[in-house]
């Protein structure tokens, strides 16, 4: 069974920074592309950056390019995402997600979605 658990959510005033975590178990294989979608109330959801096991390829959506960064501990099966300068409009419930193909992810059709984790900014 594949799990993926978030961790590191929370609230902080515009300009802080946060990280959050996501801890994967269970994926039926070597390399896998995993990442962070968000959801805002009234938005649609958002792709925000994802990255493959592998390192080869990531991606940030523009409006957190240069203010979030994405890394993964192989040997902890842990993907982090440092969010830096954070902003009112960063406020959403953010999901970690993972599946074999990166096109998957980010098409929002991941096959393994965690059960979100809250960030609010405050102005």
């Known amino acids: 069974e594949v799990r993926l658990v978030e961790s590191g959510g929370g609230s902080v005033q515009a300009g802080g920074s946060l990280r959050l975590s996501c801890t994967a178990s269970?994926?039926?294989?070597?390399?896998?592309?995993i990442g962070w979608f968000r959801q805002a109330p009234g938005k649609e959801r958002e792709g925000v950056s994802y990255?493959?096991?592998?390192?080869?390829?990531?991606y940030y959506a523009d409006s957190v390019k240069g203010r979030f960064t994405i890394s993964t501990d192989n040997a902890k099966n842990t993907v982090y995402l440092q969010m830096n300068s954070l902003k009112p409009e960063d406020t959403a419930v953010y999901y970690c997600?993972?599946?074999?193909?990166?096109?998957?992810?980010?098409?929002?059709?991941?096959?393994?979605w965690g059960q979100g984790t809250q960030v609010t900014v405050s102005s």
């Open positions: 990255i493959t096991r592998s390192n080869s390829d990531i």
């Open positions: 269970g994926f039926p294989w070597d390399d896998y592309a």
């Open positions: 997600v993972g599946d074999l193909y990166l096109s998957s992810v980010h098409a929002g059709v991941a096959d393994y």
